[in-house]
């Protein structure tokens, strides 16, 4: 009798442990970067899935290296997915590679095969692999066809979950003033999660329009043209231009400073663009001619006038999201502290040059990076009512 009492108790205890675990869940992240923990902007995203959201993973399992650590991260980032939505968010993964309904559905549902080359018995061999994931909610489908890294993924899954969750999306409009200057690819992000409006300054910028990107801009602007964008501006509109006073051609390796009316627009609201480019010794890459012994080869160099900036301020919503950035032919941007805050800084082996611009690739011609010892650089900054953004970056959308 005296081993019954508390065993009794102890089942009792277990029982109600059980059923405050059923309601109460929490998963901890462990790592050093918190690889595991999603984003407070994914959680928002979840928190307004008010229906069932399935996700159907289409898989080859024992994938080489990275691409079999990707699979298991993927596992790993859905159960946080699945455990923040309370129920809302449902994931399977389905192995298609000896199942041929399976490999039909697969690719029915938009997740098609690829190519990888694999060691089997000590032979390398092509593989036929899915790396997909499919996503429904209601009657409407989105996919990610292949998954070849774990970088971005989370950007990858939330922006298709916001797609489809999404009851009323905004409107973004577009003004590109540079018929040379393609959006396309950018004008394909955007329509992931946006109602795109292309802008013609002739008539005035419709009220439902969210936010206004004003890119390819190499002059001034007529009377109307101009009337109607600082109109639009002075309601309140959102308005993220991308705008330096440099037009640079690689290819003719010249630089040409220019003059537009948009440069005054920007100045009451606390921002000067200055004549000039910036260097970063964080920078991109391009190919240059090398003499290879008896051949000529494109080497991959770095290339200062291509400053990749790496960390952000997670407290601005505008690029807390980001990893890196890689900006072409950018320049310096003075701003009114009273009214402006920086959001995009180069680091603090930066140069910045004006009036000669040598713009050859070759770093024996170039700016060594001995000489990029000046400080950070703002490039990119916001009003502090957040209602103008700008980045002194022309190509920024290219």
């Known amino acids: 009798k005296s081993m019954v009492l508390p065993a009794v108790i102890l089942f009792i205890a277990l029982l109600l442990l059980n059923l405050i675990a059923r309601n109460w869940y929490k998963r901890y992240d462990l790592t050093d970067t918190k690889m595991y923990s999603l984003s407070s902007s994914t959680e928002q995203v979840i928190k307004k899935i008010d229906d069932l959201l399935n996700i159907k993973v289409y898989f080859s399992e024992n994938l080489p290296g990275e691409y079999g650590n990707n699979r298991r991260y993927l596992q790993d980032i859905l159960e946080e997915y699945a455990a923040i939505s309370k129920g809302n968010i449902r994931f399977e993964f389905y192995v298609p590679d000896s199942d041929e309904e399976l490999e039909k559905e697969a690719q029915k549902s938009g997740v098609q095969p690829v190519q990888l080359q694999v060691i089997e018995k000590d032979e390398a061999v092509v593989k036929k692999v899915f790396m997909g994931v499919a996503i429904y909610f209601e009657d409407k489908r989105e996919v990610i066809p292949v998954v070849l890294s774990t970088t971005g993924l989370e950007y990858e899954i939330t922006t298709r979950i916001k797609k489809l ?62 009337s ?53 010794k964080n920078c991109g890459r391009v190919n240059v001619m090398q003499d290879m012994g008896f051949m000529r080869m494109n080497v991959p160099m770095e290339y200062p006038f291509l400053p990749i900036i790496k960390k952000f301020d997670k407290n601005e919503v505008t690029v807390s999201g980001l990893e890196s950035l890689e900006l072409i032919f950018t320049s310096e941007l003075e701003i009114d ?5 920086s959001i995009l800084k180069t680091s603090n082996s930066s140069l910045s040059v004006s009036e000669f611009y040598n713009l050859n690739p070759d770093p024996k011609n170039n700016p060594s990076f001995s000489q990029l010892t000046e400080p950070s650089k703002v490039i990119g900054a916001r009003t502090k009512e957040n209602n103008l953004t700008v980045v002194s970056d022309s190509r920024l959308f290219l």
């Open 337 to 341: 502290t009273s009214k402006v805050v």
């Open 165 to 226: 969750v999404e009851k009323n999306k905004k409107f973004v409009g577009i003004i590109n003033l540079d018929d040379e200057v393609q959006t396309n690819t950018f004008s394909q992000i955007l329509r992931q999660r946006y109602e795109l409006r292309p802008i013609d300054l002739v008539n005035d910028i419709p009220n439902n329009i969210n936010v206004l990107i004003l890119t390819g801009v190499k002059d001034s602007l007529d009377v109307n043209h101009y």
């Open 228 to 280: 109607n964008l600082k109109s639009f501006m002075e309601k309140g509109g959102n308005t993220f231009v991308a705008l330096n006073p440099i037009s640079v051609d690689l290819q003719t390796q010249k630089a040409e400073v220019f003059k537009s009316d948009v440069f005054d627009l920007l100045k009451p609201y606390g921002f000067t663009l200055t004549e000039n480019l910036v260097l970063d």
